[in-house]
């Protein structure tokens, strides 16, 4: 795993994880696949990367998801670094689900650890994961594969799906934002409420922005170089901006957060359905208008 020298990972995390990560098995995972191939059957040749993601050094790593090592290492790594348990965390988001959707999106799925869980948890759903990493889609592909899972895994960028609008009853993001400017998180936002049909909810699992803001060390952990903005930010408030109403965040275990936002009906709907319900109470239905 190639890092930037003097980093907090070089130094003090690398060693660790060494002793945690079972080496040999990165090495047959590797070996069982050609990557390039597989990559390059999932990736879209007319998508641009977006600067932030294309020079991002994310985890310290050189080259960030777009790096081969990311996406074989990324699994591995990631059960230690989400205490108390990384299963119980991404649970936190699947629980609080409050409806029964059809179509759900997973932005910046990653390797489908989410978007699996998803899928699992509604079985009768279509499941699409969106990311911005070939390797990491391929890796998401490979691990719906082994659990007998059809999830439609797409190569592209969570602030312009090129989905229709109203296409999905639920839109999910797990571990993204800790990861983008907060301009492309508003933007992620906003294409989030358009892509969702009146009543979808928005579901974001990430780290505890109040606790990040209380705790510098942590920010400097992993070496994320939009952290520091991120967790200066309010994630209600971006969510309020995009258009989401009912929007709460909840923390879990000190380290993480979860936000969920429903897409609310416009003035003009309300309206509408106000209408509706006063003719039929003129026309003497008990409980309309209720």
Not at 85 to 105: F, G, Q, T, W
């Amino acid at each position: 795993m190639a890092t930037r020298k003097d980093t907090l990972w070089e130094q003090f995390l690398a060693p660790v994880a060494k002793l945690l990560i079972d080496e040999a098995e990165l090495r047959r995972l590797h070996e069982s696949l050609d990557w390039e191939t597989a990559s390059a059957q999932i990736a879209r040749p007319d998508l641009t990367y977006p600067d932030y993601y294309r020079t991002g050094n994310f985890h310290g790593i050189e080259g960030g998801y777009l790096n081969l090592n990311a996406a074989l290492s990324y699994d591995a790594i990631t059960r230690y670094v989400l205490p108390p348990n990384e299963d119980l965390v991404r649970d936190c988001l699947i629980r609080a689900v409050r409806s029964k959707p059809r179509r759900i999106l997973d932005l910046g799925c990653g390797t489908g650890s989410t978007t699996l869980l998803l899928q699992k948890a509604f079985p009768q759903a279509q499941v699409i994961g969106l990311d911005l990493a070939p390797y990491m889609l391929v890796m998401a592909q490979l691990k719906a594969r082994k659990a007998g899972l059809a999830i439609n895994f797409r190569h592209g960028d969570a602030q312009a799906t090129g989905f229709p609008p109203t296409s999905f009853d639920l839109v999910t993001a797990s571990l993204l934002f800790h990861e983008t400017p907060p301009e492309v998180t508003q933007s992620i936002l906003r294409e989030a409420f358009r892509l969702l049909s009146v009543g979808g909810e928005c579901l974001i699992l990430d780290g505890s922005q109040n606790t990040l803001r209380q705790s510098e060390w942590l920010t400097n952990v992993f070496e994320e170089p939009h952290i520091n903005a991120y967790a200066a930010g309010d994630l209600d408030t971006w969510m309020q901006a995009a258009g989401f109403g009912a929007v709460k965040t909840e923390e879990h275990w000190w380290l993480h957060q979860l936000t969920r936002g429903v897409k609310p009906l416009t003035q003009a709907e309300q309206t509408v359905r106000s209408s509706v319900f006063q003719d039929l109470g003129d026309f003497g239905f008990a409980g309309a208008g209720a």
